[in-house]
Structures are given as C-alpha cells and as structure tokens.
C-alpha cells in the first residue's frame, strides 16, 4: 500500500485532452479544488484522509446523535447526519422522509449549514446519477444501501413505526425500528463516504441533493419493480456473462494482483460477517431466555413464605431483567457497529469489482478498435493491390478515423488505470482506518456494557446479604 | 480430604477449580456443594469423603474414603470403590426403613450424564471440515472443559449425599451404611436392567398416586402440616420451573462464549493479509477475544454452578420433603385404622370380659398412636430444618454468585480497558 505523498490531486490530469468526452466538464471543476488546497485542507493530497469521527456516523446508538464536532484534519470539512425518520402517509403509498442535515465549511455549499428531506428513492437516484457519471472514469462509488421490498412493504402497512430505542423483548414492533435505524445508519454513512470522496463530493447532483430545498424529481427508475428496473436487471445478466465470458490479456500485474487481494479480503469479509452476525443472534436467544428465567424467579419468590427471601428472589427476577436488557443491547452492538461495518465494505469491494470491469469494457473497446484498424489497413493494401484508388482513398480515410478511435480508447484506458490505481490506493488506506476505528469503538462499547453489568450486579449484592 | 461439617465462611467454593484442565482421574479438590447444617457438634467421628474417581466408557467409579474413630468400624481409615448404582442402593434402604420416616431422607444424587457432551463432541467431530483447525481445537478444548465440569459436579453430588449421611447424628448409625463404607466386594445392587427401572417408575408413580389418593382421604388434623403440603407442592413445581429456564439460559450462554471462536478465528484470518503494524493490531484484537470468550464461558458455569445447582439441590430436597409428609399421611392412615379396628373390637366383644381381640386392638391402637406422635413431632422439626436450610443456602449462593459475576465483569472489563490501550498504541 503505497501512501507516498501526492502532489495536489488531479493535476495530472491533462486539462488540454481533448479527446475525453464528457470528463471534461468536470476538468475545471478538479482544477479548482487542486488550486485552492487550503479551502478543503487537502495538503497531501487524499492519502492522508482520516476518518477520525467516521465512528460517530457509524455510532450504534439508537437515538441518532448529532455530531458536533468537525475534524479538521480531513480532506474535506463536511459532516452530515441523517436523523428523524418520519413516515409520510399512510398504506401503499406512503413512504419515509429522512432528514438531511450538513455541516461544512467547503466553499461549494452556499451556506455553512442547511437541512433537507430526502425519501430512500431519492438517495437511490443520486446513487444511480454518481455511477453513471464516474464509474466510467474509475471511480468507487460508496454503495447505496440495499433495497428491501419485505422491510419497505412492512413499513408501509404499519401504523407509524415508532423511532424510538429498541427496548425489552424483541418483538416485531422492535425489529421494525431496527430496520429503519439500520437503513438510516446506512444512508448517512453512504453520504458521507461520498462527501469525503475529492472529485464525488464536488459533483453538482451531490450538491443538490444536501441543499435543495425542493423535492427532487422522483427517481421512479430506481424501483425494483418498474420496467426501468426490469431494463437493469436485463441489462445486470448481460453484464455477468460478460465479465464471465470475457478474458481480458492484463499487461499490468498490479491489476492482477489486486484483483485477487480484493478476492480474498471479500471472503475474509464474508466469513467475519457470519460470525459476527451469529454472535449477534445468540446473545438475542441469550436475551430471551434470561427473560424467561427472570420470570420463573419472579414466581418463585411469590411461592417463598420466607419474607427477605423472597424479598431477594424478587430482586433476582429484577437483576435478570435489567441483564436481558444489558445482552440486547450487547447484540446491538455486535450488530450496529461491527456487522454493518462489514457489509458496507462488502458493497464496497462489489463497487470496486464494478471498476475493475468496467476497465475491462474500455480494454474491449480499445482492442475492438484495433481490430477495425488493422482490417482497415487490410482494406486499404488490398484496394492498392487491386489497383483501386477510389476504394484506397476511402480505406486510407476510415484508416485516420479508426487511428483517432484507438488513440482515444488507448488514452482512456490508460486514464481509467491510472484512476483506478489512486481510487484503490486510497481505498486502501481508509478501510485500514475505518477497521482500526470501528473494532475501538466496538471494544468500547463492549467495555461500557461490562460496566453496566458490574452495577447490576453491584446492587443486588446487599439484596443477598440482606436475607435473614 | 474435607470437613464435612463446616459451615464457616473459608469455603473452597470461592476458588473455581473449574478452571484446572486436570485430567480426567483427579484429585477430587472439588467445590462442597452445601455445608451441612445438620449436625452443630463439630466431630470428626465420621469423615467421609470421594478421594478419587474414574471415568470408563459408560461407568464412574468413586473411590470413597473414610475416616473414623467410631468402634462400629472395623478399621479408622478405609477406602472402596463404589459406583453410581451402590449409592442409590443406599439410598433406597434408608428410603424403606420405618424409623426414619420422620425425617427428610437426603435425596440421592443424580445419575452421571455426559450424553451431552458425548453429543456435542461427536457433532463437532461431524462438522469438523467447516472449521479451521485453530476453530476445531478451541472447540475440542471448550467441550473438555465442559465434560471436565460435568464431572467433577457429579463427584460433588455423590459427596455431598455421603456426608450428609455421616454427619446426621441417626443416619451416621444405619448399617447400610457402613456396610457401603467398609465391604471391599460389590454391593449386591446390580447395574439397573430394564425391570428395575420399570420397578422404579412404578415405585414413583405410586408416590404420587399415593399422595393424591391420602390427599383425598385421610383429613390432615394439624394445621401446620396442611400448610407444609401446599408450600411443598408450590414451591416444588416453581423450583422446577425455575431449574429449567435457568438451564437454559446458562446453555446459551456458553454458545454465546463460543460464538468468539469464530469471530477471533476470522480477524486471525484477516490479519494475515494485512501489513505488519495492522497485522499487530488484529491479532492483538483476535486475542482480546479469544480471552473474553474465556471469561464469558466461565461467567456461564458460575451462574450454573450457584444458581442452577442452587435451585435444582432444593428442588430435589423438597421432593424429599414431600415424601416425609406422604410418609407421615400413611401413618396416620394407619392410625386410624388401628382406631376404627378397635372400636370395632370392642363392639364385637361388648359382653366379653377382658377380650383378647380389644386388647391386641387397644395395644395396636397404642402403638400406631405412638408412632405417628413421634413421626410428626420428627417430620415437623425437619420441615422447620428445611426452610432454615434452605434460605441459609440460597443465601450463601447467591451472595457468592453475585461476587464471581461481579469479579467476572470486573475482569472483562479489565480486559477491554487494557486492549484498548495496546491497540490504540498500535501503529
């Protein structure tokens, strides 16, 4: 992982190619940022990006806090949360409004701090917009958390979710709110990894998204069920067998090589999910049956003639009632802060294969154009041979087209490389931070219940000495 | 070699021997389960205690060891060997003797179980493909721990019916029980076949039939016992309430502790693919785990161990209880009828002179009168000694529950303060 200090980011980019399309209109834009490094306290470049409060944002607590505090030593001095889930309407057509609130001193945003409502669907669509314009370039696009049409319906066919802290037993009322805690955890995070991204967080549509007071047009493309949907689902299955059936002749061996780091950390990943996930479940078994025992102690102690006796028999019940609490709350934390953590850089590392491919396409493209060169060439030699110089002419001008076409796809191939390179780099260094940051705070946390846990039990102790 | 009457404060239970993988014919330096609060006079007449014991295949030999000063005993200082079976014998002959159907028979211990363990062991020998080796072996170890508890559990029940018989002042004098302390051969009490179970059974069912039936007919005369009967039946039914879902908590609780094997198996795994300073950081991170799994683990058995074994001793002990009471009912059945054989008697032989029939009736009468007066005055007594017993032992488990839980938080605490610290040193 090479973190050497870079230069401001995007000055190399060569403002005076002008065979790139539509990365172009953003080359200014990159300009700017790389002009102006004291306003967004980019000194070494990206490389030095520190998540110091990404484990705010990706704090467990049930009761969303909201983050005060603005590291200065980031790229990019913005924050932003995503607090009150409120749902609008009522049956199929109701929906739920998020809050978005930023916090930033970028000298993009109009004002220093604003707020909007934004529904799920709107953040699929500017999920959906930042893929279609970077992903070409090789950016990773901070994944937009998963719909899930058995959560959105239940949502919807309930009388208004309550938002408050899963307490007591789990009941379905319960796993609602964690549903709706999970996803809004999720969003704010996914804003935020965009916002700390250089060239995505400058990205007008970003920018409209946090400011807008306006509803945004309703992304109905972005609905699993509407035939936009079905159009991409289409166009998901082509796309598979493509990157199946298609052997690409990799010259560089970094590519190679990450591939297969990014292979191994994914199943890596996937088995610490399982067993985070599994530790979650069993402490909420674990949570039931101290419930039940709690109970049975509760009846015992009404069963015991003996006054202080029964007197501590209640406080057990009591005691193991708080604890039942204290392993629900531990669960959480299993899976608020770690689990979650796991499955966004799973998405992650599924944005990242999505660049890889789509490096892949160019590749595709850059060698389909080579191919029609060189059988223009065939063509043109052939029309020389034949002696047909009308036809000769017309080889020799698609042979100058097709030339063009391969420089181009050449340059953009080597441009999406070379792109890919840093956006992995970079990656590389955030996820060791946000990993290092995360297993702290999960530690923490751990270490707080134990806390709790000792003064639990701590007040019960005199209840015992007490009997007789 | 213990005290087995101690009732003071020094307890061995406050050190866990839990914790020792020694193997698994060990010194039996086990937890008292109960102090016995029987006996106040603190003689050493009678000592007994399970020096050592055997596991083989499906047998637990106890080697049980005795100290005596008493002259009934051939020798002062002896040892056999007994199996699981030999106690129940024992068990069963002071169940059947008449003279002490006043007290509470301490109840016998329950038949080594390590089905199971077995189980678990052989399943994780069936998924043994899914996990790492590092997983397996953890496993492996965890499960020995277990079987280890387990038996060393089972060595304390046995010990503690034995010396609550040596140190109750009539029990001590049973000769039953010296024959089962001194004669070096087997005891004719064969392994348990299919008949004596049913025999068993049976003999239970009839208990319970047995107490519904007398229930129904024979009216209690004495307040006290009547409401001795519906303590017992409640107290009996919520205990066992109680045992179950305390069970099943501490089960799942150990499942929860092994849960961190996977979870520190897989941050090994990734650590291995970082660079060195996050490497450290994992691994030391995978170790906090693995130590946490440890004390949760040991949280689990304590909880077992004071609440649990708590709950499910006096549970069995409030079935003894109950007996008493069925025992005192069918003596007192028998009393009257000796009343009603008398009068009967003495109606038959209105103008006889000095009948024989109504005096062997009038002595009958005597005796059954006698000896319900001296199975109640004794029954009432035990039953007082119950209730003492009982919340004397609740007591003492669960202040010492409390400490170990407390020292066990404290400990884990500890334990992320600490890691925290190194990690954050990290890099």
Known sequence: MSAGPDTPPFSTVDINNDSRDDEDIFASAVQEVSLDPEVNGAREGLEKVSIDDTPASISTSLNSPVMEEIATERSNNIIITVTEPQKIGEGMSSYVAYRVFTKTNMPIFSKHEFAVLRRFSDFLGLHEKLTEKYLRSGRIIPPAPEKSIVGTTKLKMTSTPSTENVNGSVSSAGVQSQFVERRRAALERFLNRVAQHPVLSIDPDFREFLESGMDLPKATSTSALSGAGMLRLFNKVGETVNKITYRMDEADPWFEERAVRVETLEACLRRLGGACEALAGERRELAVRTHDAARAHASLSGADPHAPLSRALSHVADLHEKIENLRLEQSNTDFFILSEHIKDYLGLIGSIKDVFHERVKVFQNWQHAQMQLTKRRENKAKAELSNRPDKAEQAANEIIEWETKVERNQQEFDSISRVIKKEIERWEEIRVDELRATLLHYLEEHMKHQAQAIRYWDAFLPEARAIK | ?427
């Open chain 2, 1 to 427: 070699m213990m005290d087995c009457v101690e009732d003071s404060s020094q307890d061995p239970l406050s050190t866990v021997p839990i914790a020792d993988p020694a193997p698994a014919t060990m010194e039996t330096k086990v937890e008292k389960k109960k102090p016995n609060e029987n006996v106040s006079l603190a003689d050493n007449s009678l000592l007994v205690d399970i020096s050592d014991a055997l596991s083989e295949k499906e047998k637990v030999k106890f080697t049980v060891h005795t100290k005596t000063t008493l002259p009934e005993f051939q020798k002062s200082e002896f040892i056999v060997v007994r199996q699981h079976e030999e106690f129940v014998w024992l068990h069963d002959r002071y169940e059947e003797n008449e003279e002490y159907a006043g007290y509470i028979i301490p109840p016998a211990p329950p038949r080594p179980d390590f089905d199971a363990s077995r189980e678990k062991l052989q399943r994780l020998g069936e998924g043994e493909g899914a996990l790492t080796r590092e997983e397996f072996l953890k496993m492996k170890e965890e499960l020995e721990d277990e079987y280890l508890a387990t038996f060393k559990k089972t060595v304390a029940m046995h010990e503690v019916f034995l010396q609550r018989l040596a140190a109750h002042p009539v029990f001590r004098r049973d000769s039953h029980l010296r024959v089962f302390l001194e004669y070096e051969q087997d005891l004719c009490a064969k392994p348990r076949g299919k008949m004596d179970l049913i025999g068993g059974l049976v003999r239970s069912m009839t208990t319970t039939t047995d107490e519904i039936y007398l229930g129904a007919t024979v009216r209690d005369v004495n307040d006290f016992f009547e409401q001795e009967t519906s303590f017992l039946q409640e107290y009996y039914s919520h205990l066992k309430e109680a045992v179950a879902k305390v069970d099943r908590m501490t089960s799942k609780h150990k499942e929860v502790a092994d849960a961190h094997i996977k979870l520190s198996s897989c941050i090994t795994q990734l650590a291995t693919r970082e660079q060195p300073p996050m490497e450290r950081f994992l691994t030391k991170a995978s170790e906090t785990f693995d130590k946490c799994r440890k004390i949760e683990g040991r949280m689990a058995s304590d909880q077992d161990l004071k609440l649990a074994d708590t709950l499910r001793y006096y549970m069995r002990d409030a079935h003894a209880a109950k007996a008493v009471l069925v025992r005192r009912l069918r003596c007192l059945a028998a009393y009257e009828a000796a009343n009603r054989n008398l009068e009967k008697a003495r109606a038959k032989n209105k103008d006889v002179h000095a009948p024989l029939e109504v005096q062997e009736a009038e002595q009958g009468q005597a005796e059954a009168c006698a000896k319900f007066e001296q199975l109640s005055a004794r029954a009432r007594e035990e039953l007082i000694d119950f209730r003492t017993r009982r919340v004397a032992a609740f007591r003492k488990s669960l202040i010492e529950l409390a400490e170990l839980e407390i020292k066990h938080a404290r400990s884990q605490q500890e334990l992320f303060r600490k890691s925290l610290q190194v990690l954050r040193e990290c890099q």
